[in-house]
């Protein structure tokens, strides 16, 4: 078996996720874990042929809670690494490695993947990018080291912090810049390490609709309220 | 407070107290939810009959009217018994989240196993 596993959260991902998954397969040989949130379309059934190993949620949980599945599953069969990626294949596989070698060397506990490191030339949405640089700056203030993309889902763990990431205390909401802050608080170490990122051959976006106003409240409230916890 | 309102408030109190009781033995709803519930039920008809309590703390308050006063006790408690829900609601969804990451799991398991 090998010692790190790729967790990939998808939902309604018909269409992209066996590429995604063929594309991985090219830079890493490991086991790939696809957790399907309740899919209604045939995401299962693409990412079975792809050779991914399915977790089937019985309903639609959300991002992060697939995403905590992913890491209590990959904690229960052992792994001792785990690196998570977007379905849709925005995330390129090349950039594995490089964020596996960092917590794999023990200088950090999660390693992520940035957009905003100079490789690449992601474009955000004028809004988005609005919200990017404010969550930035309290995430950089608070840990007192540079974050420059909270909110990139391209991300290396080991252990320590898979742990921490499958606790009741993880957000599973919308986990983002207050992650990085309970990392800190946590005395978990973090890492940036630059990666190019493809536009999401997705049109609708995670955040949208009403949603990135709710994002913005429950962001500012969770990261407000971390502050203010002891442990 | 007209004898008529009071033998009104009485008899919702009175109701309310007993059905609370009832859904209890009943077994329709946990004692842990019922607390709340027979305060609001016990405060009315406490109330309604010692109308001088009402007044005195009508007084204390600051209201002018003690039917107002105690419109203003009954949302109070309403709107903890609706934070009391949330809390609740809360921690159920944490729960139910947990059962179906653990299902999802185990299934996975089951179904590599054969």
């Known amino acids: 078996m090998n010692d790190f596993a790729i967790i990939i959260p998808a939902y309604n991902e018909a269409g992209r996720i066996a590429a995604t998954i063929t594309g991985i397969r090219k830079f890493v040989n490991t086991d790939i ?199 | 407070m007209t004898i008529k309102l009071k033998i009104i408030a009485i008899l919702i109190g009175a109701f309310l107290f007993v059905y609370i009781i009832e859904l209890v033995r009943r077994r329709k709803l946990r004692e842990e939810y019922s607390w709340l519930w027979l305060i609001t039920g016990s405060t009315i008809v406490i109330l309604s009959l010692w109308y001088d309590l009402l007044v005195t703390i009508s007084n204390f308050i600051g209201g002018i009217l003690p039917s107002s006063v105690l419109f203003f006790f009954g949302m109070i408690f309403l709107l903890l018994i609706l934070l009391h829900m949330s809390v609740k609601i809360s921690s159920l969804t944490d729960q139910v989240k947990n059962l179906a990451q653990e299902l999802s799991i185990f299934r996975s398991k089951k179904e590599r196993g054969k």
Do not use: C, W
């Open chain 1, 33 to 231: 874990i696809v957790i399907n949130d309740g899919s209604t379309d045939k995401t299962v059934k693409e990412a079975r042929d792809a050779g991914a190993l399915v977790i089937e949620l019985p309903f639609n949980l959300g991002y992060g809670a697939a995403l905590q599945t992913g890491y209590k599953y990959a904690l229960f069969k052992g792994y001792r690494f785990a690196v998570q990626m977007d379905a849709d294949g925005q995330h390129d596989p090349g950039y594995i490695m490089p964020l596996l070698k960092e917590v794999r060397s023990g200088s950090a506990d999660v390693a992520i993947g940035s957009r905003f490191l100079g490789e690449g030339d992601y474009r955000p949405t004028t809004l988005k990018k609005i919200g990017m640089i404010f969550f930035s700056m309290i995430a950089s203030s608070i840990t007192g080291q540079k974050v420059t993309d909270p909110t990139s889902g391209f991300q290396a763990l080991n252990e320590k912090s898979m742990k921490f990431y499958a606790s009741d205390a993880y957000p599973t909401d919308f986990p983002d810049a207050d992650v990085l802050i309970m990392l800190h608080r946590k005395g978990m170490r973090f890492v940036e390490v630059p990666v190019k990122m493809n536009q999401s051959t997705k049109k609708k976006s995670m955040h949208s609709g009403i949603v990135p106003l709710y994002y913005l409240f429950k962001m500012v409230l969770s990261i407000f309220v971390t502050l203010l916890r002891r442990d």
